[in-house]
């Protein structure tokens, strides 16, 4: 299907009104960490700093990593994670979860950290009123990898999915592996069968199998579920989703035990209301103080995803669900009823002719807003807008940012409140009114309507409603003709 070769980028809408205003954090490609205000402008730029993902503190302080692992023997491993200040000073660091020997580079230890951590305080990494993450101290917990080995898996080395916790002088305090919980992970022996077969290798480094790609993690945080006497959603149990298994889970911090659970199949009686979720990023729990707060939001890609029994669309068992549109879903964790959602229906296209253009197969996240709003990162575009409750567009900003596979994409993005940046003054606000793109032209480009219009005497009209066809008498006697002919 063709596209077109011109694309607005830059802040394409913004309703001040309407829009929960504050600077937005994302990575601008390889050339760092981008704030920007609401209008667009680039307030500041931590150049060289990698956001997998970014995520800025109060104070203007920004954690991400300064270099990633060669891919040829480490896949999406970042070296460390560090937390910078406003000039770009590394002020914290965290490198020592193993001790790399790769061939053609110096032995060095590595965090291996990667998509996603929290730090103490906060426990999503977006603002919530009273729950600011620690700046200065605090534990910080990481989703990391480790290359494992489990007969019971597949037959060849597995990457593995770990999440730990340091303090703030790096120690490990904790560290929770899913190898150690496959058997409640829940897949039915089809989805072993062709998991041990494949186990997802990809192709890359040491051809070890992401079998999992928790893509993730964040802390419950207090919530009215446990207030109510939900011991499953204990203030510091973890909730993480994986993208290659259509998982969503939550682990006891305590036992490690997974306690409450979403997929791998969403055919069963009390989930199929909710349809299939594939290939799903940034699933969390909506904080305390946040309209919707204790229901689970999450950005269910579509793609490709899961294991199961061969099928037409998957003749190994690999990527068994597939669907060509996202969607963005609240549900609430107890009763699994949707409690909001936007999809292609939501963002005003027709189904399923051009669901289509909702639709991010990989990366992206949403965020709530104290507002109510939701900020959604349509990753594979390197699109960011903000919708209402209501489904209606009131911020949208486009990266012009690519990288070196000539890509936009944006993994995920963050809105903060102005005064998390005392080092910048309030920006001036200026409304950006939606474009009619059936009326808009370019400089010199004819407008629309520019042409002369004449009406056509005599027409008559074949068939009945929308699709009725006007034509001269003329070409209806010839058209007539040709009929009785053959």
Known sequence: MGHPTIYPTGATVYLPEKAWSGYTIFQAAD???????????????????????????????????????????????????VQVDWEGNIVWKF?????????????????????????????????????????????????????????????IELLDDTIIEVDWEGRILWEWSVSDHFSELGFDEDAKQSLYRDPNTRGFGVHAGDWMHINSVSVLGPNKHYDAGDQRFHPDNIIWDARESNIIAIISKRTGEIVWKLGPNYDQEEVKHIGWIIGQHHAHLIPKGLPGEGNILIFDNGGWGGYGSPNPESPDGLKVARRDHSRVLEINPVTLEIEWQYTPTEAGFQAPLDSYRFYSPYISSAQRLPNGNTLITE?????????????????EYIS?????????????AYRVPYDWVPQLEKPIETEIPKIDVADYRLPGAAPRGAITTVEVEGTISYGEGALCVARTDETARKDRDRHEQN
């Open 95 to 155: 490198d020592r979860y193993e001790f790399i020997e790769d061939p053609g580079h110096s032995p060095q230890w590595m965090a291996r950290q990667h998509h996603d951590y929290q730090r103490e305080g906060n426990p999503v990494g977006y603002y919530a009123p009273g729950q600011e993450p620690k700046t200065d101290s605090g534990t910080t917990i990481i989703l990391a990898h480790k290359n494992v080995t489990r007969s019971e898996i597949a037959s």
């Open 379 to 395: 990753g594979a575009d390197g699109r960011i807008f903000e919708v209402t409750r209501e489904h209606e567009l009131v911020w």
């Open 400 to 412: 012009p940012y690519k990288n070196n596979r000539n890509s936009n994409m944006v993994y995920r």
């Open 31 to 81: 050339v760092g960490a981008l704030l920007i205000d609401m209008n667009g402008r680039e307030v500041h730029l931590w150049k060289g700093l990698r956001g997998f993902p970014n995520k800025l503190f109060p104070g203007g302080f920004v954690l991400g990593s300064t270099s990633e692992r060669d891919p040829k023997y480490g896949f999406q491993d970042e070296s460390n994670l």
